[in-house]
């Protein structure tokens, strides 16, 4: 996708709201990545600002992907003694001391199979086993948390699907057909353990809740409900808790593994994330949702790095880097960097359309002003 002033991505942000500038100031400490000349990198020098928000934009094929994804990354995982693939060339690489973890946070799925779901992958469902377990009904039948789990031998599972709520039955020369299992339908345990009941749900019928409807259910269980809130602020509160991880898009893994890591109950540490076109897919309105949240990473002293074409990723960022300045051979190029505002003054094609952006929202503000 090429940015330009006039496209119908562009045309269609004109009436939203421009974030103002994050207020988080001047930078403190950066990395540095010089002579970077993997494939059709120029020996480009990168400058990253710790602790805040980079966008890397540019037209189709400038060299985006292969600078951060192919040698930032890589090299950085490799300065912290982390396994990574070889980056590629680069001369040399200063500041990476100023983070701890290092990791890309892709649209690869989270799980192939129906075991893997969002309540797992999110380390919630250990804590509503130990609830159901907890109850009156449970109690008195003897049941442990190990009870309700559904990939446990020795729980409550459904014997006829083990515990998956469906059957897969092969099909010679045609793609297998996965039916609801018949003896559970499909709510993945035996009758007595769905005899137990928290809040009126039994454990199958969370399994059924959307993560918006989860976390009002649980909302006096912080290390639940906060994951939860955490895919409603994504745009992917409709996802189902016990939703097979194979069924998903790879936005949603993404916004999956975003919200594990926001949540995450280990000490926190400062990371930089890697984010590859995060928006693909989502509407406007989720767009915003999904700045919001990388705020929110940023503002705990993480360190994010986007490779983004959408005008409002780009205009809410701290610090743009934009390669071109076309693709291939005539890319390869640092063609405009700085803040937003910076970038806009510059007759790039990241530079028009956030011109524009700018453009219309002084445009805006001032007549606001006029009437008020």
């Not at 999956?256 to 890697?274: F, M, N």
């Not at 970038?343 to 700018?358: C, D, E, H, I, Y």
Request: charged residues 25%; glycine residues 10%.
């Amino acid at each position: 996708m090429v940015l330009e002033g006039d496209s119908p991505t562009a045309r269609a942000l004109k009436a939203s709201q421009v974030r103002p500038p994050s207020g988080r100031g001047e930078a403190t400490q950066w990395i540095e990545l010089k002579g970077a000349r993997a494939n059709n990198l120029k020996r480009v020098d990168l400058r990253l600002p710790v602790g805040r928000l980079n966008v890397v934009s540019g037209v189709s094929g400038s060299g985006k992907s292969t600078l951060i994804r192919q040698v930032l990354y890589p090299a950085l995982r490799e300065k912290l003694d982390r396994v990574t693939a070889k980056p590629g060339p680069f001369t040399s690489l200063h500041g990476a001391e100023a983070v701890k973890r290092v990791l890309s946070v892709d649209q690869s799925p989270i799980g192939r199979t129906p075991r893997s779901v969002p309540a797992t992958f999110l380390g919630i469902w250990d804590e509503l086993r130990r609830v159901f377990a907890a109850t009156p009904e449970a109690k008195i039948k003897g049941f442990t948390p190990t009870r309700f789990s559904f990939n446990s031998a020795s729980g409550g599972r459904c014997t006829a699907c083990d515990g998956q709520g469906a059957i897969s039955h092969e099909m010679s020369f045609l793609p297998d057909v996965v039916t609801p299992c018949e003896a559970c339908n499909g709510a993945r345990f035996d009758a007595a353990t769905l005899e137990v009941r928290y809040h009126g749900l039994t454990i199958g019928d969370v399994l059924r809740l959307s993560a918006d409807e989860a976390k009002d259910v649980f909302k006096a269980l912080p290390r639940v409900a906060a994951p939860l809130e955490c895919l409603a602020d994504l745009g992917v509160g409709y996802l189902q808790l016990g939703q097979g991880s194979n069924t998903l898009s790879g936005g949603e893994a993404q916004r999956l593994k975003l919200a594990a890591e926001l949540t995450a109950s280990a000490r926190h540490e400062p990371t930089l994330y890697v984010l590859d076109e995060p928006t693909t897919g989502l509407h406007l309105g989720d767009v915003e949702k999904l700045i919001t949240f990388m705020g929110r990473l940023v503002d705990r002293g993480d360190t994010l790095v986007v490779i983004e074409h959408h005008p409002s990723v780009i205009g809410a960022a701290d610090h743009v880097v934009e390669l071109g300045p076309d693709g291939g051979e005539a890319g390869g190029h640092i063609v405009a960097e700085g803040s937003p505002r910076e970038v806009a003054k510059q007759k790039t094609p990241t530079g028009r359309v956030l011109k524009s952006l700018f453009s219309d929202e002084d445009t805006r503000s001032r007549a606001a002003a006029r009437r008020a």
